[in-house]
């Protein structure tokens, strides 16, 4: 059917073109591999043209030009291999790294959660990840259009993942601000951060690096935490979600910037991009090697290690754990918010995704657990230091723990300007790689899916999505955008993403067909997935969502940040969040049935055949 009705377009095509119909005979395009041709990243076709049938006497005699089917495709590449990995890795590898899987791993029984880790990352996130960057690769599109060649009724799938990468992005880049607000507050021979003889300390500072025997209560505050919350947030001035407050006119200047460098990054495409992420992506891995290095010759620094890897077996047989290193995972490799699609869609045809996906995988997770090693021996420390237990400390998670407990640690170590400049600049870059990600998810499905109005306006289209992100981010810059950014964070990504990850697993396994995809992927690498990875693909893969997200369901955490509990109405205002995003879904579905012609299947799952990137002129 995919042959007849391309020859049929090819046809069409060079009718228009006003060529000779004769020049061609029995009007038969002979191809060597029709599929694979109009994804080829080469100008020269696969086959050649050749009649099918008796020769003509009189065109041996008289040779005239033969006209050749070219591609000029002039989709983006990357420039180099090593752009891709590092924009992926870049992506793969932010601040959830840095805190949550050190704080995840000695919650859920410190080594022995490496058991639950590794088995959800073999069984779910890999394979997850592995099939994104194959459907990006071989379709070359966007989230959204990608879906007219797999299931057209699950295009609400792509625009669900814009609405939360555009949720993402609003609360995202603040977190880079406040870093960027640490970074500029760090130029100084004194941090700022290190005593109680400040405008915004109050009578609750209690600083116990500098005096013994000190008395620490409920009530005490550190300095760190009170530049944090009273100067940094100044979430004092506000009474929660019913009172935010005003704009921190400080941080909107920091945001301003944060932006004003992605949009830098990305308004060329990946050629810019690219390049950039060979500072960003590598940067953090210089820094995170200069503060294992720092925080393993700090005093009571093998307390934390053996307190982070202390295994407590006893903790396997809870679901939670289970539960807490499959969101782990999938939150850390990232499918499911179409930058994997979106990047891998400028590779080669014939690029190993296959390998792509082991490698960066493999990165991510040991960063991850390096990054255990950077957090623990420096809580290790503060534990000696306050003469309490390094659970006591490590309490404290999310930003807490990038800019309070940690930032509390380097201010009383030797040379700590030094470390605070260094600490922070790797938390930039960090936010930056998944930014840039996030953001290039939007674009390309968006352009992709509209590139007549888009095609040449790449610059202006992303300005104005910088823009709207930058506004949409205002709210929380005020005084309690805290609040707004836990609530952003926990509602507006959480469950939907998971939901949208697994449609798509089963949209492509099940609806596509796993024999179909497995046969996309030989065209492109030469040989077909095993055995393992199509059970994946078909049944553990979809179960792993499914269980992450009826245990979210069944469990939901409650909501709180620092002393304030988030009332009834702003969790039913997070159910709304959440609705948004993933309601574009079964709308599109009803939209698809309703009013498009044609029979059930091919409404429903029949790929839509498509020739817009072919460029079909006579060559002589």
């Known amino acids: 059917i995919l042959n007849t009705q391309m020859n049929s377009q090819m046809n069409s095509k060079m009718d228009s073109d ?50 050749v089917i070219t591609q000029t495709n002039s989709r983006d590449k990357w420039s180099k291999k090593m752009d891709f990995l590092l924009s992926v890795i870049g992506f793969a590898v932010d601040l959830g790294n840095v805190w949550r899987f050190p704080y995840i791993c000695y919650q859920n029984g410190g080594g022995a959660f490496l058991i639950p880790y590794i088995v959800m990352a073999i069984f779910g996130g890999v394979p997850l990840f592995y099939m994104e960057l194959a459907l990006g690769q071989f379709h070359r599109t966007g989230a959204i259009s990608i879906w007219k060649h797999i299931c057209p009724i699950f295009k609400g799938i792509g625009y669900a993942i814009c609405v939360i990468a555009l949720y993402v992005s609003f609360y995202y880049n603040t977190i880079i601000a406040w870093a960027l607000f640490y970074f500029y507050s760090s130029f100084a021979s004194v941090l700022p951060w290190t005593n109680c003889d400040n405008a915004w300390n109050t009578e609750n500072c209690t600083n116990y690096f500098l005096k013994d025997n000190v008395t620490w209560n409920n009530y005490s505050r550190s300095p760190a935490e009170e530049f944090y919350t009273r100067n940094v947030l100044e979430i004092h001035k506000s009474d929660g979600l019913r009172n935010v407050g005003g704009v921190r006119w400080q941080l909107m200047l920091c945001l301003f910037l944060i932006f ?49 890897l202390k295994p407590k077996w006893e903790k396997l047989f809870e679901t939670s754990v289970w539960v807490d290193a499959a969101a782990q995972i999938f939150f850390s490799l990232g499918p ?25 995988s493999l990165v991510n997770c040991l960063t991850s657990f390096m990054s255990g090693f950077v957090i623990f021996t420096v809580l290790g420390y503060m534990a000696e230091k306050r003469n309490v237990n390094v659970e006591d400390v490590a309490r404290d998670k999310g930003p807490s723990l990038l800019f309070i407990t940690y930032p ?113 992927i030989k065209s492109m690498l030469g040989y077909s997935p095993g055995l393992f990875w199509k059970v994946c ?29 988030y009332p009834d109405w702003s969790i039913t205002v997070g159910y709304v969040i959440g609705a948004s995003s993933f309601m574009w879904i079964p709308i599109y579905m009803v939209y698809k049935l309703v009013w498009t012609p044609g029979s059930l299947k091919q409404r429903t799952i029949m790929p839509e055949i498509h020739t817009d990137s072919l460029n079909m002129s006579p060559v002589p």
């Not at 029995?26 to 050649?48: C, H, I, K, V, Y």
């Not at 393993?296 to 290690?305: E, F, N």
């Not at 953001?439 to 888009?454: K, Q, R, W």
Request: aromatic content about 14%; hydrophobic content about 45%.
């Open 18 to 67: 006003k060529i000779h119909q004769d020049t061609y005979s029995n009007g038969r395009l002979a191809f060597d591999s029709p599929p694979t041709m109009t994804r080829q990243d080469t100008a020269t076709p696969t086959g050649s043209l050749s009649a099918q049938g008796p020769s003509n006497t009189g065109y041996n005699n008289n040779p005239a030009p033969v006209p």
């Open 260 to 308: 004003t460098i992605v949009y830098f990054s990305l308004w060329k495409g990946v050629k810019t991009s690219g390049k950039v992420v060979w500072v960003t992506a590598t940067l953090p891995y210089v820094v995170l090697f200069i503060l294992l290095i720092r925080g393993a010759t700090l005093p009571g620094a093998w307390k934390g290690v053996v307190f982070y």
């Open 336 to 360: 499911g918010f179409g930058v994997l699609l979106a990047l891998s869609s400028y590779n080669p045809f014939t690029n190993n995704c296959y390998r792509d996906a082991i490698v960066t």
């Open 408 to 520: 509390e640690a380097i201010a009383n170590m030797t040379g700590s300007t030094f470390f605070a400049i260094i600490f922070f600049v790797m938390m930039i870059t960090l936010g930056l790689d998944s930014t840039f990600g996030g953001l290039e998810a939007i674009i390309t499905a968006v352009m992709d899916e509209y590139p007549g109005y888009l095609a040449n306006r790449r610059e202006l289209f992303v300005l104005g999505l910088v823009v709207v992100c930058f506004l949409g981010s205002l709210s929380t810059l005020t005084n309690g955008g805290a609040y707004v950014v836990k609530l952003l964070e926990e509602f507006g990504v959480g469950s939907s993403i998971i939901a949208v990850g697994f449609l798509e697993a089963i949209a492509v396994s099940w609806f596509y067909g796993i024999t179909r995809f497995s046969n996309d």
């Open 537 to 565: 693909w078909v049944a553990i893969s979809p179960a792993f969502l499914a269980y992450i997200i009826v245990s979210s369901l069944l469990k939901p955490p409650p909501l709180q940040l620092f002393d304030y509990k």
